[in-house]
């Protein structure tokens, strides 16, 4: 069985920065691109940023770009995002999600998802 | 801003059938034939529930279908249950960026 399980989040001031985790299991986790999407209190789903399976081509969305980067560690199963100069809209829930192959591919559907990590940007 | 529009809410009695819109452009949904919808309880994740405009994951009720139609993409829920009751998301591949794109999303309410 696939499993995603997001961690470090918590209360950041603004201007700080903060280290999201996303462990994997149940797949080879080095063949498939991986997702970070966000989900502002009340809000919709925003894309965040993508990474291939290993060749470290990283994407992301204007929103975010310069501030917060994306990697993995194959020999960990594990995704990663580093927050920096967070601002209080970047306040969400952050889930990480499977790609549906190795290359950031945005017509492919994500499945599965995390249970997701709150962050919250403190004025 | 999203590129997609869905109707903010959708209701329904036990029993009946509904359909959910996704409204885009030539660019996104008219153009290709990658909309996926996620289906997303309150305080839980997101979860796959149609992909490539009708496909339906393992696991996933034969209650669900999707469709497409020119620029709109619908979701049909049959049989229409209590648990159905959630927020509902299309997705589309765009042409037009390289963003992967969410519509605002649609809550489904079981009357």
């Known amino acids: 069985e696939v499993q995603l399980l997001e961690s470090g989040g918590g209360l950041v001031q603004r201007g700080g920065s903060l280290r999201l985790s996303c462990a994997a299991s149940?797949?080879?986790?080095?063949?498939?691109?991986m997702y970070w999407v966000r989900q502002a209190p009340g809000k919709g789903l925003e894309w965040v940023s993508a990474?291939?399976?290993?060749?470290?081509?990283?994407y992301y969305a204007d929103s975010v770009k310069g501030r917060f980067s994306i990697s993995r560690d194959n020999s960990k199963n594990t995704l990663y995002l580093q927050m920096n100069s967070l601002r209080a809209e970047d306040t969400a829930v952050y889930y990480c999600a499977k790609g549906s192959s190795y290359y950031y591919d945005s017509s492919r559907p994500l499945d599965p998802w995390g249970q997701g990590t709150l962050v919250t940007v403190s004025s | 801003q999203s590129a997609l529009t869905q109707p903010a809410s959708v209701s329904g009695s036990p029993g009946q059938s509904i359909t959910i819109s996704c409204t885009g452009t030539?660019?996104?949904?008219?153009?290709?034939?990658?909309v996926s919808w996620y289906q997303q309880h309150p305080g839980k994740a997101p979860k796959l529930m149609i992909y490539?405009?009708?496909i339906r994951p393992s696991g996933v009720s034969n209650r669900f279908s999707g469709s497409k139609s020119g620029n709109t993409a619908s979701l049909t829920i049959s049989g229409l249950q209590a648990e159905d009751e959630a927020d509902y998301y299309c997705?589309?591949?765009?042409?037009?960026?390289?963003?992967?794109?969410f519509g605002p999303g649609t809550k489904v309410t079981v009357l």
């Open positions: 490539d405009v009708s």
């Open positions: 990474i291939s399976g290993s060749d470290g081509s990283t």
């Open positions: 149940g797949f080879t986790f080095s063949s498939y691109a």
């Open positions: 997705s589309s591949y765009t042409s037009s960026s390289t963003s992967y794109v």
């Open positions: 030539s660019s996104d949904v008219g153009g290709y034939n990658y």
